[in-house]
């Protein structure tokens, strides 16, 4: 199992919240936002690369939860969906879960996902149940 760590980069305005277990490397974060994401440079994170309000659209659009964030005039943690459960197929990709979860892995092993948690549906990841990106490299139709 991969250790979870968690990191940590703020403007001062926004704190980006960066959990790699979590991540499934949709490629979505410096696809859409590669003036802060960029996987080529350590750190990955360049938090003065894009306005705020940028930053916060593309985390949202994150399907894994590896990244959150938080308003540094709040003293809230990253938000988690409270209520409804929401299930969105993916053309060619995964099955994103929206909502709280509790998933039991193939071993019996428990773990608590919120936000958005895609599932695999091309039979190829190898982290699975979680979709690692394979549908890509195997051109999944589904």
Known sequence: MQKEITKKYSN????????PHKCIHSTLCFRGLPGV?????????TIDGAETEAIVEQIEKCPSGALSYYMNSSTVEPVTIENRTRVEVLPKGPLLVYGNLKVTDA?????????VTAFCRCGHSHHKPYCDGSHLKIDFEG
């Open 12 to 19: 001062g305005e926004v704190t980006i919240v960066w959990q």
């Open 37 to 45: 994401f960029d996987p080529r440079n350590r750190p990955w994170v």
């Open 107 to 115: 071993v019996g092993q428990e773990v608590d996902k919120s936000k």
